[in-house]
């Protein structure tokens, strides 16, 4: 794969199992992609550089995942102008709500845009479609991935209706 575009963070290795649809989805788009685990609590320092160095090794977005105190989409955000996309993942006892409003209430001037509590796979397609405002071949896929699933849903009406 060619150097990475997009980097998926995670606050921890426990958020893989959430956040592995996000690379496959980038994946299966044939966006190249890297998977960190970097905490804004536990790892700042490393964290703070991944963020701000992002941009001249060539990444053009960033997924950031976290749950419970998920300041990690903001941490990063506050190091790079750079898209910065949140996913707030369910993985405390409040059910991501926490991790929800801890991401998505940004202060003005330090945007995150935030996908649904184990968004990954919005999360994804977010980043494709920030990449694609670029790359046609890319918008091209999009729109592929966006009538495939509009096939799907009209095969399981078709079917429900006993005409499939
Ligand atoms: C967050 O704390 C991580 O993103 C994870 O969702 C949560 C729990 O992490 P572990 O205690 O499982 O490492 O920073």
Same mark, same amino acid.
């Given at each position: 794969? &060619?150097?990475? @575009? ?5 606050? $921890?290795?426990? *958020?893989?199992? /959430? ?14 992609? @890297?998977? +960190?685990?970097? $905490?804004?609590? +536990? ?26 105190? !998920?300041? /990690? ?24 709500? #926490? ?15 935030? @996908?649904?509590? #184990?968004?990954?796979? &919005?999360?994804?397609? /977010? ?7 670029? #790359? ?6 999009? !729109? *592929? ?8 849903? /009209?095969? *399981? *009406?078709? $079917? ?5």
């Amino acid at each position: 794969m &060619n150097e990475p @575009v997009v980097a998926i963070l995670m606050g $921890s290795k426990s *958020d893989l199992d /959430l956040m592995r649809p996000a690379a496959d989805t980038l994946a299966e788009l044939g966006v190249p992609h @890297v998977v +960190r685990v970097l $905490s804004a609590h +536990r790892t700042p320092e490393v964290t703070a550089e991944f963020a701000r160095t992002g941009r001249d090794r060539g990444i053009k977005v960033f997924i950031c995942a976290a749950g419970g105190a !998920a300041h /990690l989409a903001g941490a990063v955000a506050a190091q790079t102008t750079l898209p910065v996309i949140g996913v707030p993942l369910a993985r405390t006892p409040l059910g991501g709500a #926490d991790a929800l409003h801890a991401t998505v209430q940004m202060p003005a001037g330090m945007p995150v845009a935030t @996908v649904a509590i #184990d968004g990954a796979v &919005n999360a994804a397609l /977010l980043a494709a479609q920030i990449l694609a405002v670029s #790359d046609t071949a890319l918008a091209v896929k999009l !729109a *592929d991935k966006r009538a495939a699933t509009a096939a799907k849903v /009209l095969a *399981d *009406d078709a $079917s429900l209706r006993g005409k499939a």
